[in-house]
């Protein structure tokens, strides 16, 4: 995929290759190394989600953070594994299919350090110092000071793993030493490093364990593969890794590895979310360090716009355009700017979805590309979709996103749809969400099946046209899929209250439906009670307080949105309702409505107090809007339609990427075969028995 007469010219440098130890690639955009939730339990759906990548023009596509020994084990967290000759078929597996798409194939080796509990293998961490393990885990486990012994230990290993990632047929080979999740981040770190020996004290002797595993390195390639470091440039935090630091290394080693790819000192750091950061964040703290190497480097920044990737390597920033998230909500980014396609471009809306997918040790997942963590088991693409397999029409009742991801869906099939919306807008819950503060990137959830919808003849969208089953049924419908979204509720039901609360007569109570709708507290005191435990809560809170509200925020968790933790979030959404004055009042449930007030109990004490307020708004639970669903159910049962089909939120209220991914599925089954739902419903891989 070198430069054509078909990319548009402004883009002409993005096509450019690079030159990277032995190889070179065909483009400048390079998928960095990235977790996702599958790793070692799922490898086949490792492979074939990395060889779409390679398909999509992603030159060069990398694993996540592979464990190179049984001292470097991060459970419960699944990542690959290179401890021994029995983790290479797997790794083969992924590395093949990188090569099969048209990529180089990139393996990140990391020793963990003091970022592995080994609660697995019960083994004692290693580190630099005796300290307790960290950043992820306040598990009563402590690393051992490591001996020079230990050093040399830890560089064997590290050889063995880079044997064996030639073995397994990886052309680019990583030193880790990034994100606080390597043991070479801790030791050029002296928020972790307080040795007095030669590999502690000054930066020479804090960079010497790095310096040694990128010379042990090279030499076992021995220029068959690239040698790459992955490297902290900032971590952000009272005595950690500066930018007089890393300036000092790559000074010392900056022409030793074939490619630098620069990282800040946490994931948080390097995945902060749209609505806490803006597309190229890392830039103010990577820019100039290029001039200090010959070597390519290659960095991220939650890049989608071209032109923004184009300036990157052009003021002499970047070398290589990486990504992580963007890779993931498009695979087919790069193709698509080289194809002129720009309009198609599925954009990540930094949501971190895709990030909970590890936090919770399960298949990663996006909101924009319902396709992520779906291409082995069930056979899905992010571009292509099997034709009709029958003349059908199909109706699509609603416009949120799991309808406008159906209707994308089956279009793209060849099936003539009808979509139909009750509003002007289209979008539902996206298009209302997206207006509140920091959300607005989430739009292009809507953008990108509007802009699809657009070229696609054979999907006819009607605004404004609500629908009962009695419209149905007379216009001829035979299928239709209901998505009719849900409705947030007022009465106090989530986890913690199952059955309404005692609310007073007249006193005020709103839910997140209200303010989409433009209605606002009247009064000034407002308690927000979350018992949602996502975003919505912070967000409304946040809302409220900047339209000059006093706002308390009540909720059960001992933190406000507390589920963020898996999208790298809640610390900062803290901050930001300290900020905006917002009150939090945690480890309290609302247990009692009245006029003028609320009551709210310590949820492990039992002690109750009131809490004055003029309002309250409920961000709770939500009820499927799923009347019309059971109408037409009940005239299918009669003979009147053929099918029909709840999707999305009047399913069951779950997230934005579960709606569209929900639309996904029902595009992908309509005249399917499927089999009985007494069967596994998708492909999976059985541990074989020792």
């Known amino acids: 995929m070198s430069a054509t007469h078909d990319v548009p010219a402004p883009y002409d440098i993005l096509f450019e290759p690079v030159r990277i130890g032995p190889f070179t690639t065909t483009n400048r955009f390079y998928q960095v190394p990235h977790c996702n939730g599958m790793g070692y339990r799922d490898p086949s759906a490792q492979a074939a989600m990395r060889k779409i990548k390679a398909e999509g023009g992603w030159s060069v596509v990398c694993t996540e953070q592979v ?237 989608t716009s071209p032109d923004a990737m184009v300036r990157q390597v052009k003021a002499g920033i970047l070398d290589l355009i990486g990504a992580a998230r963007p890779s993931i909500a498009d695979p087919f980014l790069p193709n698509k700017i080289r194809d002129g396609r720009l309009n198609l471009i599925r954009e990540c809306i930094g949501c971190n979805i895709c990030v909970s997918g590890d936090l919770t040790m399960s298949p990663i997942r996006c909101t924009q590309n319902p396709s992520m963590g779906e291409e082995w088991r069930r056979g899905w693409h992010p571009e292509n979709m099997r034709p009709k397999e029958s003349d059908s029409r199909i109706l699509v009742v609603g416009a949120g996103p799991s309808g406008l991801e159906a209707a994308r869906g089956l279009g793209l099939r060849g099936y003539d749809v009808t979509l139909v919306e009750a509003r002007r807008e289209l979008g539902g819950r996206v298009r209302q969400e997206s207006l509140l503060p920091g959300l607005s990137a989430w739009g292009r959830v809507k953008d990108y099946r509007e802009a699809v919808l657009a070229e696609l003849p054979n999907v006819e969208i009607f605004r404004e046209s609500p629908m009962t089953a009695d419209d149905i049924v007379e216009f001829g419908f035979q299928h239709v899929l209901v998505a009719t979204g849900a409705t947030w509720r007022t009465d106090g039901v989530a986890r913690f209250h199952t059955t309404p609360l005692p609310i007073a007569e007249g006193a005020q109570v709103l839910g997140p439906d209200d303010l989409f709708a433009g209605r606002l507290p009247e009064g000034k005191k407002v308690v927000v009670y979350d018992d949602d435990h996502y975003y919505l809560g912070g967000v409304v809170a946040e809302l409220l307080a900047q339209n000059g509200y006093d706002v308390s925020i009540v909720t059960p968790e001992a933190q406000v949105s507390s589920w963020t933790v898996n999208t790298f979030e809640v610390n900062r959404i803290q901050r930001r309702l300290i900020e905006n004055g917002v009150r939090r009042v945690t480890d309290h449930a609302v247990t009692r409505v009245g006029v003028g007030g609320v009551e709210v109990r310590d949820v492990y004490a039992g002690q109750i107090r009131e809490l004055d307020c003029d309002a309250i708004v409920m961000v709770t639970a939500r009820l499927p809007r799923d009347e019309l669903y059971l109408d037409l159910e009940a005239r299918r049962e009669r003979g009147d339609l053929l099918s029909v089909r709840g999707i999305g939120d009047a399913w069951a209220p779950g997230t934005i990427a579960a709606a569209v991914w929900s639309g996904r599925r029902a595009a992908e089954e309509f005249d399917a075969t499927l089999p009985s739902n007494d069967e596994v419903p998708f492909r999976r891989e059985v541990t074989q028995l020792a």
């Not at 004692?124 to 885990?137: F, Q, R, S």
């Not at 390597?182 to 307080?194: A, I, K, P, W």
């Open 67 to 303: 464990e190179i020994h049984a001292t470097s084990d991060i459970a419960p967290f699944i990542e690959l594994r290179i401890w021994d000759e029995r983790d290479l078929p797997a790794l083969k597996r992924i590395a093949d299919a990188i090569h099969e798409g048209g990529g180089l194939a990139g393996i990140e080796l990391a020793h963990n350090g003091m970022n592995a509990p080994n609660q697995l293998s019960r083994e004692t961490p290693l580190g630099p110092g005796h300290l307790p393990v960290a950043p992820d885990t306040i598990a009563p486990i402590q690393a051992r000071a490591m001996t020079k012994s230990d050093i040399e230990d830890l560089r064997r290993w590290h050889r063995n793993a880079v044997r064996r990632s030639l073995e397994a047929g990886y052309d680019i080979i990583y030193v880790y030493g990034a994100h606080g999740y390597s043991g070479v981040h801790h030791f050029l770190s002296r928020r972790y490093n307080q040795r007095t020996d030669s590999y502690g004290g000054s930066l020479v002797n804090r960079m010497r364990l790095l310096r040694e595993l990128l010379e042990d390195t090279i030499e076992e390639v021995d220029g068959r593969a690239a040698v790459a470091c992955r490297i902290t440039v900032e971590e952000e935090i009272d005595g950690g890794i500066t930018r007089e630091d890393i300036e000092g290394v790559l000074r010392e080693l900056g022409e030793l590895p074939d490619l630098w790819d620069f990282a800040m000192g946490s994931w948080e750091g390097d995945s902060v979310t749209s609505r806490f950061a803006p597309e190229g964040r890392q830039e103010e703290f990577v820019a100039g360090l290029k001039k200090l190497t010959s070597k390519p480097v290659v960095g991220v920044g939650r890049f």
